[in-house]
């Protein structure tokens, strides 16, 4: 029988390793899945009921991106000093608590607030749960670990497709909140109990130095800094501005688009949320397989290349069934792409450099994000079209296509090279 062991003070099985897994892609399917990619679905009906334009919705996703870069600090700095699992369950929850409260205000204020905090607990619950699977899964396996839990975001988007028409068409947006806000909730009780029998909830052992890990931490971390400024770290940092700036806005305006511009039923457009979760429940382990066989280069320019044919369908022959043929493509290309950059990092980095340069990752990320949705929104009330949206992400696919090309080969050795941590046993070896 399992005992509330350290899983650092115990051999961890294949089978601890599968559950660390699914409940992490858990964890991102509840942060990620619901908020802001929810609210995108359900905007058309909130405007209709609550009153206001896409200035507001623009403000909005773009302060759920200045929510995910504040919680990102906050949780890199959190983590260390009570631990990476209480940072992980806390997010979790805080989420299920604000989903729950937005649909009893009609204030646009209270939920952009509420939006904000979401957008926020998505970068906590992130953040820790690359430290957990760096310090519990095997090198070789990281890229489709990584690429599977960032695939969470496609199950929340799935669930959300199915619920979305059964409310609204009942005119009941409201309660597509409460029913995936009492979910969460759900899903953070049992992950509460999972996490205590598994040790998630105990500290990280001492540090090499003997000193407490929180304490080498914070000096690994201003060591990092200084070791991190070189060609393809600034690379991998534009990269993920411009994954914020493009994919996020991508999917934000996309319902507004095919039901407010183009005339399609509410029905199609969760349709084509439906595929693009679907599809996104296996992308992100696919492809991450695929980082692991071809290199992460490649992976992330065949991500690209997908996200220029999708955004150019929206542009060029928005008609049909051919949004779904962009959704899928989407679909392949975003979840993935979440797991790709730090899989790059944790296969090229080491120690605290590595720590220091996902930890700016974040950051640029949330800034991107920001800023294009920001952007997209004030770009819509002025051309008065979502199409000039969809040009501007087909141009960043491009940009974002050669920054992958010029990135060296991902480090092969660094596992090998860096010493074990102490106590540490990979889970799936």
């Keep these: 029988m399992m005992t509330d062991i350290p899983i650092q003070e115990r051999r961890p099985s294949a089978l601890t390793g599968l559950l660390i897994t699914v409940q992490l892609t858990s964890f991102v399917a509840a942060t990620y899945g619901f908020g802001i990619y929810l609210f995108s679905q359900l905007v058309t009906d909130m405007r209709a009921d609550l009153g206001f334009d896409y200035k507001v919705v623009g403000t909005i996703t773009a302060a759920g991106q200045f929510g995910f870069l504040v919680f990102a600090m906050i949780g890199a700095w959190l983590a260390p000093r009570i ?5 992980v369950i806390g997010s979790v929850a805080l989420c299920g608590a604000c989903l729950v409260l937005l649909p009893m205000t009609d204030s646009i204020l209270v939920i952009g607030l509420l939006l ?62 409460y029913a995936v806000g009492f979910g969460t909730l759900m899903v953070t009780v049992i992950a509460l109990f999972t996490f205590w029998r598994l040790g998630l909830f105990h500290r990280e052992p001492e540090g090499r130095s ?42 934000n305006y996309l319902s507004p688009y095919l039901r407010e511009e183009l005339g399609f039923a509410v029905d199609f457009a969760a349709s084509v949320w439906g595929v693009i979760g679907f599809i996104g429940m296996f992308a992100g382990f696919v492809v991450g397989w695929l980082s692991d066989k071809t290199g992460v280069r490649l992976a992330l320019l065949f991500a690209y290349v997908c996200v220029f044919l999708s955004a150019m369908i929206l542009v060029a022959a928005p008609v049909g069934h051919l949004p779904v043929v962009a959704g899928v493509l989407f679909a392949i290309a975003f979840y993935p792409i979440f797991g790709l950059v730090p899989a790059y990092v944790a296969k090229t980095a080491k120690g605290a450099a590595a720590t220091a340069i996902f930890g700016v990752a974040n950051v640029t990320l949330g800034i991107g994000g920001m800023t294009g949705n920001y952007l997209a929104g004030m770009l819509k009330n002025l051309t008065d079209t979502f199409l000039w949206i969809y040009v501007a992400i087909a141009v960043s696919a491009v940009i974002l296509g050669l920054l992958s090309i010029i990135l060296p080969r991902e480090g092969e050795d ?16």
Aim: hydrophobic letters at 50%; aromatic letters at 10%; glycine letters at 12%.
């Design 83 to 87: 631990g990476g699992g209480q940072v």
């Design 116 to 177: 904000t905090i979401l957008g926020g607990t998505a970068a906590s619950v992130w953040v820790p749960m690359v430290e957990i699977v760096s310090r519990a899964i095997a090198y070789r396996h990281r890229g489709k670990v990584l690429g599977l839990v960032s695939s969470g975001t496609s199950y929340g988007v799935f669930a959300n497709s199915l619920l979305v028409p059964i409310f609204v068409l009942n005119d009941n947006w409201r309660g597509v909140w």
């Design 210 to 251: 003997g000193r407490p890990a929180a304490v080498e931490g914070r000096r690994g971390m201003l060591a990092g800094a200084r070791e991190v400024m070189v060609p393809w770290v600034l690379v991998i940092w534009a990269i993920t501005f411009m994954n914020g700036f493009s994919t996020l806005p991508f999917q």
């Design 414 to 429: 660094v596992a090998e090279r860096e010493p074990a941590m102490p106590g540490v046993t990979d889970v799936v070896n």
